[in-house]
């Protein structure tokens, strides 16, 4: 479905992002709709966050479910029986709406204050954000060898007869 965002635990969150702005401005959809599974929950749950401060008044439906995922796995060696786990990974599902959407749900949200709202537009978006600059952790002085004090060789205790 072109509305729906999945989210991986490898994706970068800036590029969920930038595929919200194009669903909301320039394909001019009226929601969208962010899945994830697994160890990609938390990276889902950011964007949903930055969406909402990026463009006013979304509303919000959250959906957490299960899903049981059944592994086969085949014998390296011939003659033995191939090998079936059942696992239970968590579902989410965040749907972000321009209209208002269904407040009885369990999962609702209102849309945030708009004074929390920074609307971005597309050039500002594609400009990637300042990244390193700064001193860094930086090579050269600081700790390590320095002149002649300290451990080795060389004139220890004098011992004076």
Sequence with gaps: EETEIRVTAAGSVSAY??????????MEKSF????ATGNALTKAVTTAEVIKRRFKGLHQITKLTNQ???????????????????RSVAVLEIKLSKEALDKSDKGYQEPIDESLV???????????????GGRG???GKGKGKGK??????GKGKSESA
């Design 17 to 26: 992002i930038s595929r919200a702005a194009k669903l909301f401005n320039e």
């Design 68 to 86: 049981d995922i059944d592994d086969e796995y085949e014998p390296l060696e011939e003659g033995l029986d191939k090998v079936t786990e059942t």
């Design 32 to 35: 969208l709709t962010i899945t």
């Design 148 to 153: 002649g004090e300290g451990k080795g060789k």
């Design 118 to 132: 920074k609307e971005v537009d597309d050039e500002e978006l594609m400009q990637p954000r300042g990244r390193g």
């Design 137 to 139: 952790k930086g090579k």
